[in-house]
């Protein structure tokens, strides 16, 4: 059964933008995808360990050798990796925080680049592996980094979107909620228009 992957990260819990409309659009891709089902990652929630050193040597550790830390630490990461090769949609949210995305969500992907499983290397260099996806990145953010001058301190949307390349995922959409902080009437807009967003890709899909 094929899968939508919903990974939201924002520690706003429900007042969350970006996950309110992170997951208005994946429940309405599995809704147009019958016999699909909806797989939700809640980092705030459950955030990964960060990456310790047991993580580092069970992945190069035949499984029958590793210590009982890092097997724990592999099993967390191949349950991360399974999902992110079970889903043929990721959906992504995250909130900028200081310009870049959450420490729980950069843990997510450190768990899920995995050598021999979501990427390998070759001859030519890495080859990304989680290929044939399609991608959705929702971005919340307070002020507006689309365009303009702030747009140089984004580096939110272009690591992610390098990342996914780095696995395999070129086609990603990215949806902004941005300008959020500069009114409570333009954060009403952007969610709308962000809403709006979602249904176009939603239809499309």
Avoid: C
Avoid at 7 to 20: D, I, N, Y
Avoid at 98 to 106: C, D, E, G, H
Avoid at 169 to 189: F, H, K, N, T, Y
Wanted: net charge neutral.
């Amino acid at each position: 059964m094929s899968s939508i992957l919903l990974v939201t990260s924002s520690p706003r819990g429900e007042a969350s933008l970006s996950s309110r409309v992170a997951r208005e659009l994946a429940e309405k891709l599995s809704a147009a995808r019958p016999g699909s089902r909806l797989v939700a990652r809640d980092l705030a929630r459950e955030p990964l360990p960060h990456i310790d050193p047991h993580f580092a040597a069970g992945i190069y550790t035949a499984q029958e050798a590793r210590t009982p830390e890092q097997a724990r630490a592999v099993a967390i990461s191949d349950q991360a990796v399974d999902e992110l090769l079970e889903a043929e949609a990721i959906v992504i949210a995250a909130a900028m925080i200081n310009f870049s995305i959450p420490s729980t969500l950069k843990s997510w992907f450190d768990h899920v680049a995995r050598a021999g499983r979501t990427f390998r290397y070759t001859e030519k260099g890495p080859e990304g592996l989680v290929k044939g996806r399609k991608a959705y990145l929702v971005l919340a953010s307070g002020g507006v980094y689309s365009q303009g001058a702030s747009a140089a301190f984004d580096h939110a949307v272009p690591y992610m979107k390098s990342f996914l390349a780095f696995l395999g995922i070129s086609d990603v959409e990215v949806i902004r909620v941005e300008g959020v902080a500069l009114s409570p009437d333009a954060a009403q807009q952007a969610v709308s228009q962000a809403l709006g967003q979602a249904s176009q890709y939603a239809l499309a899909a």
